[in-house]
């Protein structure tokens, strides 16, 4: 159910051709190299170096400064807004290393300490999961954490250690409502995505046309509302949300997000504004009473089982909606369109081979899509795989050394003292050109056959290897597995409507918004 653990990504921006199509197989990802320095060997990450046999190697300060006091702060923030990316490339460059010191936004003068060690390859950036090694207590969001008031005055799951007492009771939680929901995931998203297909083709019969986004917004909200809570929000109650929900949520999650991201506002206005001090709650107060209210008032099941890890109905609903709302329905928001731009760009024979693999499957299930039909797609789960990889909907992590510690990156081993905190790009780790070949292409079946899943453990997308298991003990997302499996169902249920499609891609507010040019059906299936 919730992407617990993960966080919301700032969004990027990813160009495309106007008509969306591609060469079928593989597409190649206007975004800068990692670095095309470092040498070609293949690193295991899997290793773990300990201090005594770092002994016997060189140990080698961390590259890097931190600049002078304040001004060096302003300076890197305005770097990073200038351009993600470039900002974590041109310091790689800098110093020849992928691991080196930098200030994170938001920074000083009211924001935390912004220091950051951050770890930019495969090699280094799994320390960030060791919780022996580094603690993940109020880093969900990097260097600040926003007002618990934003989420009724509790520290959500998300903002917790493992060794914290109530995050054994949360993560329990987010697991129970996995469970007692599992038979009810597969019809409900195909009760809600066939509503949204059949908005999207009526825009396109009347407009030639249709937007992806927006739609997609309320359908998944419909969906978790409707498997969770039993309810459609826009169903008339005392605690309806009629059609507001998607707006509600947004307003919110930006108001918490909003010192580490962009609205593409004047660089000086954004800079005096929402990345120099914490927004207000009391901004949205009233907004996310009514969200409050709706789950609240209609999650029955789920908050009637709180008491059997002894949380309180109180706090277990404002942790269920902030796992639904802010780590799910936020992560889909992302997660979704990105699929189906690589889809698209990668063009017909990619579509055909993916439609006829599933329609396949199905027929093989009597006509039904469950989760043996998803298991039997190998071509639909590799690709899935590989979108994460290229584009994972959770790019940061961060964790605040235990202990003083010595890590391994491609260049070396460097001493981390105790209580520095340390942080990772993860798109920067998952397209590492000393695990992947071609790391920047979008290759479908990357992932498929003996090598390609032996490939997944550099799969890191849920705050975890994609071949660990969340466990009460780990920052690994509760929701992982139901994340996978709803992304293989948008891409199933597609192409069960569908043969192909065409689309656009634009600027949208909050990264690039895909809207449908044609959506070709199958004569027969």
């Known amino acids: 159910m919730a992407v617990a653990g993960a966080r919301i990504p700032l969004f990027i921006s990813v160009a495309a051709p106007r008509n969306g199509k591609g060469n079928g197989r593989s597409v190649k990802i206007p975004k800068t190299r990692v670095c095309n320095r470092l040498p070609n060997s293949r690193a295991s990450v899997s290793e773990k170096i300990s201090q005594s046999e770092a002994g016997a190697k060189v140990v080698k300060e961390i590259p890097g400064s931190y600049g002078p006091p304040l001004l060096g702060v302003i300076r890197d923030r305005q770097d990073f807004f200038n351009g993600r990316e470039e900002f974590f490339k041109s310091r790689m460059e800098k110093y020849q290393s992928t691991v080196y010191r930098v200030n994170m936004p938001p920074g000083g003068p009211f924001f935390p300490d912004p220091r950051v060690i951050m770890l930019l390859d495969a090699k280094s950036f799994p320390v960030l999961f060791d919780t022996s090694k580094v603690e993940k207590r109020d880093l969900f969001t990097g260097t600040y954490m926003p007002s618990p008031d934003y989420t009724g005055g509790y520290r959500t799951l998300s903002y917790l250690d493992p060794s914290e007492e109530n995050h054994g009771k949360l993560k329990s939680f987010c697991f129970e409502v996995l469970m007692m929901n599992r038979e009810r995931w597969i019809p409900e998203f195909q009760r809600a995505a066939q509503e949204l297909w059949d908005v999207l083709e009526k825009e396109l019969a009347s407009h030639g046309r249709a937007g992806f986004n927006d739609a997609s917004e309320h359908m998944t909200f419909n969906f978790l509302c409707r498997s969770v809570m039993d309810r459609d929000p826009a169903a008339p109650g005392p605690a ?271 990264g690039s918004a895909v809207s449908f040019t044609s959506l070709k059906k199958p004569i027969s299936f």
Not at 285 to 308: C, E, M, P, V
Not at 481 to 490: G, K, N, S, W
């Open 240 to 510: 309806s949300l009629g059609g507001d929900g998607p707006s509600l949520i947004k307003k919110w999650i930006f108001f918490q997000l909003a010192p580490i991201n962009t609205i593409g506002l004047p660089r000086g206005v954004e800079e005096l504004t929402i990345h120099t001090l914490p927004l207000p709650f009391s901004l949205v107060k009233k907004d996310y009473q009514k969200l409050h209210g709706f789950f609240s008032t209609y999650a029955t099941r789920a908050l009637d089982a709180a008491h059997k890890f002894g949380l309180t109905r109180d706090e277990a609903s404002h942790n269920l909606l902030f796992n639904i709302c802010f780590n799910t329905w936020g992560g889909m928001l992302i997660l979704f369109p990105s699929i189906l731009r690589l889809l698209g760009r990668a063009g017909a024979q990619l579509h055909k081979d993916l439609a006829d693999e599933v329609r396949a499957a199905v027929r093989a299930e009597r006509g039904g899509l469950s989760m043996r039909a998803l298991e039997s797609m190998p071509l639909l789960k590799s690709t899935v795989y590989e979108v994460m990889r290229l584009e994972p909907p959770v790019p940061f992590q961060y964790g605040r050394a235990k202990q003083d510690l010595v890590l391994e990156s491609h260049e070396g081993f460097y001493k981390v003292n105790k209580g520095e905190l340390l942080g990772g790009y993860q798109p920067f780790a998952t397209r590492d050109p000393k695990v992947f070949e071609s790391p920047e292409d979008f290759l479908p079946r990357r992932f498929m056959g003996e090598q390609g899943h032996k490939l997944l453990r550099y799969v890191l997308w849920s705050n975890g290897p994609e071949t660990e298991s969340p466990s009460l003990n780990n920052k690994q997302c509760a929701g992982k597995d139901f994340v996978v499996m709803i992304a293989r169902l948008l891409v199933a249920d597609l192409f069960l409507h569908y043969d192909s499609f065409d689309m656009e891609i634009s600027a949208g507010a909050l």
